[in-house]
């Protein structure tokens, strides 16, 4: 009898197989939770993106509070005064979230512009504005010199008149990179600072009393909307030929509903006395020509900021500016 051949096991590529096959296990598990990380992580992309656009439209829909605010100051619902210290609150519950709005007149500083007039693509520098700029610069304590050298590169930076073409732009051409002066009046405050001599220790003593509005000439300001603290705007609008003290007692005078016309407020003795010229006394108003508008909503994962201006035109208050960022 033939003897039966030992058996001799599984063939030898059997093992490798099995291994190449346990590798491309490993391998697809580990794409599959790579793919599902990247599924989630996009999911809540998503979400956060719906949850901040949402957020967005609730701020955009403050503005409604705000053109109340803004009728209520016309129609005499609320007194002159309305906005005179602190701002108007107001805080609306939604879904997921809270919106809290506060309103002010943009009115009570002093307008960086103002140190130019004109209109279109001509501007030219103007000498009343130019002193209150001046005049706010030295009430923060800044020297002449300095008061002097600041305004005339604001000026230089806006006008488009005066001195040989692109003369203004020969101090920024040196710079690393190189640009050129705007030739426009500013549209944000931060603009101030690409401007020559503009540093953030000057602008952190200019920028509580200094803004931005879409107007040039001398800055207009709402004597109904100032409070007692506000007192070194009015001082610089005179160009300091009303001293601090004066200013902040005219504003504690002031009557409770607001002064009603320009001629009750000039009576007053201490604007009485300064001798000021119609140009100057141009320089102040008693209504509400622009509101700003601070927003902050918190929509469920998603928070915005927003600020906003609103100036007043023949058919109401319109939108100048929106940033989807806190006032700075």
């Known amino acids: ?30 794409i599959s939770v790579s793919v599902l990380a990247d599924m989630r992580r996009s999911q809540r992309l998503s979400a956060n993106a719906q949850s901040t656009a949402q957020a967005q439209w609730f701020a955009i829909g403050a503005e409604a509070f705000a053109r109340l605010t803004a009728e209520d100051l016309v129609s005499g619902a609320l007194p002159r005064t309305a906005l005179a210290g602190s701002p108007r609150t107001a ?11 506060a309103v002010r007149d943009a009115t009570t500083c002093i307008n960086a512009n103002s140190v130019v007039s004109g209109a279109g693509d001509i501007f030219e520098r103007d000498e009343t504005g130019a002193k209150q700029v001046m005049a706010l610069m030295a009430m ?30 020969t101090p920024y ?9 705007g030739g426009e009046p500013l549209a944000e405050i931060s603009e101030l600072r690409a401007i020559r001599g503009f540093t953030p220790e000057v602008l952190a003593k200019l920028r ?21 603290e506000q007192a070194p705007v009015l001082v610089a609008a ?23 016309s320009l001629g009750e ?24 020509r622009a509101l700003a508008i ?8 998603a928070e915005v900021a927003m600020t906003e201006l609103m100036v007043r035109g023949g058919q109401g208050f319109i939108t100048a500016a929106r940033r989807w960022t806190e006032d700075t």
């Open 238 to 260: 005179t160009d300091r030929k009303l001293s601090l003290s004066a200013a902040r007692d005219l504003i504690r005078r002031r009557p409770l509903n607001g002064w009603q």
């Open 91 to 101: 805080a609306f519950p939604l879904d997921h979230g809270l919106m809290q709005v």
């Open 140 to 169: 923060q304590g800044l020297t002449s010199g300095q008061s002097a050298a600041l305004t005339d590169a604001l000026v230089g930076w806006i006008d488009t008149g005066g001195g040989a073409v692109g003369a203004d732009d």
């Open 294 to 301: 601070d927003v902050i909503v918190t929509h469920a994962d």
């Open 208 to 228: 509580p009393w200094l803004c931005v509005l879409p107007y040039t000439g001398p800055s207009r300001i709402n004597l109904n909307a100032l409070a007692e």
């Open 265 to 288: 407020a000039f009576a007053d003795p201490a604007i009485a006395s300064l001798g000021l010229d119609e140009r100057a006394l141009s320089a102040f108003t008693l209504d509400t």
């Open 1 to 30: 009898m033939r003897r039966k051949a030992p058996d001799a096991g599984p063939p030898r590529d059997a093992g490798a197989a099995l291994l190449t096959t346990l590798i491309i296990v490993a391998g697809l598990a580990a």
């Open 173 to 181: 051409a040196g710079m690393d990179p190189p640009y050129l002066t």
